[in-house]
């Protein structure tokens, strides 16, 4: 590679700490790894991790079984930066092509892994505050520590990711502004706002903004006809024309949260949604039904959640072929591979590094959303 100091081992080895340096989400998330190659689209099944009830002791014991339940996830994510690399870079020391070169390239992957990441609050239910309205006060972080108490979520483990309006307002409060910051030398401690309610909370600037269907701002929505526990789907009338609702868009009906889990368009203002979770009671039809997003048109979706609500999937790309320098390294749960080469095409000679990996809900229940 011309530097024989910049060899694509080499590179690697620099390169993935950067990027774990640089992530917020993964760490937070349930993490299922493997050097096992794959490639765009493949399917991996992950188990679930079990969750048992301690049962109490009278003359016998209760067997509980071992449900370890698959989740597909998709590896549909792939994260690449690749420039041109001129005589001019071979010649930077390592200090100068870390500092120029790489550090930027693994901020721009990691951003991309944070945004995606964060974007796992489509699958959550249950809400807290009002769309629109930044969160601003300790009793938010004291609200959403009592959200994952009530849905029996583990002790520890507690996450808040929070953007950075709120974050702006957190930072006024003496409770916070004096908390205790880790003092560990892990990842994702840049934005660590600290340890406050029983939850370690971070600042992103990747902290998804959810924009609304057109169906949630009908004047009178009301069940179209009556839902059956179990079912996925809820029907839903009122709308003039072709409304729709996305991915995300949350509503409830007589006090219970759904969340749409698929975009879906109305047929003469009629439409029908997919749903998370399936209904739990009974509704009739002709029930009034209301959207979180009715007025404010959508919400930032600041996330509290237990590291058991999502998993992150990685797992390794395959090597070229066709002999170019290349090398695949892994670290702390990621993989990384690093090629260089000349290429053809364009005549040039190119780094590339990319990354694959996948986000599935586990348990959504262990999560909220903390509308801003």
Not at 106 to 132: C, D, P, Q, W
Not at 205 to 218: I, L, S, Y
Not at 300 to 308: G, H, I, P, S, Y
Request: glycine share 6%.
């Amino acid at each position: 590679m011309g530097n024989k100091l910049l060899t694509c081992q080499r590179i690697a080895r620099e390169a993935l700490p950067m990027l774990v340096n640089n992530l917020v989400v993964p760490e937070l998330f349930h993490t299922d790894y493997s050097k096992d190659f794959v490639k765009e689209g493949d399917t991996i099944q992950v188990e679930k991790p079990c969750q048992f009830e301690a049962k109490d002791f009278k003359d016998k014991v209760t067997i509980q079984e071992i449900n370890q339940k698959s989740v597909p996830v998709v590896m549909d994510h792939i994260a690449d930066v690749s420039v041109e690399i001129t005589s001019k870079e071979l010649t930077l020391d390592r200090v100068d092509f870390n500092e120029k070169i790489l550090t930027p390239m693994m901020e721009a992957i990691a951003e991309k892994i944070n945004k995606e990441g964060l974007e796992m609050y489509k699958n959550v239910y249950k809400t807290l505050g009002t769309s629109g309205t930044t969160p601003s006060t300790i009793e938010v972080m004291a609200n959403a520590r009592g959200i994952l108490n009530k849905a029996k979520a583990p002790m520890g483990n507690r996450y808040a990711v929070w953007d950075p309006d709120a974050d702006v307002k957190f930072s006024t409060i003496d409770a916070i502004l004096h908390a205790e910051k880790s003092g560990s030398t892990q990842a994702l401690r840049e934005g660590s706002i600290g340890r406050i309610q029983g939850l370690e909370n971070f600042m992103s600037q990747q902290v998804a903004v959810h924009e609304a269907g057109t169906f949630t701002k009908v004047a009178t929505p009301k069940t179209n006809v009556k839902a059956e526990v179990g079912s996925e789907t809820i029907s839903i009338k009122g709308g003039t024309a072709s409304e729709t609702l996305v991915k995300g868009d949350i509503f409830a009906i007589k006090g219970q949260q759904y969340v749409v889990t698929e975009d879906v368009t109305a047929n003469t203002g009629v439409i029908t949604a997919k749903v998370y979770p399936a209904v739990i009671e009974e509704i009739e039809g002709d029930v009034e039904v209301t959207f979180i997003d009715k007025t404010a048109g959508g919400h930032v979706a600041n996330m509290v959640f237990n590291k058991l609500a999502f998993a992150f999937v990685s797992r390794a790309l395959a090597l070229p072929v066709d002999g170019r320098d290349s090398y695949v390294i892994s670290y702390k749960g990621l993989n990384l591979r690093v090629v260089y080469g000349y290429d053809m095409q364009t005549k040039k000679n190119m780094l590339s590094i990319d990354t694959i990996y996948g986000f599935a809900p586990l348990y959504p229940s262990l999560a909220a959303v903390v509308l801003g």
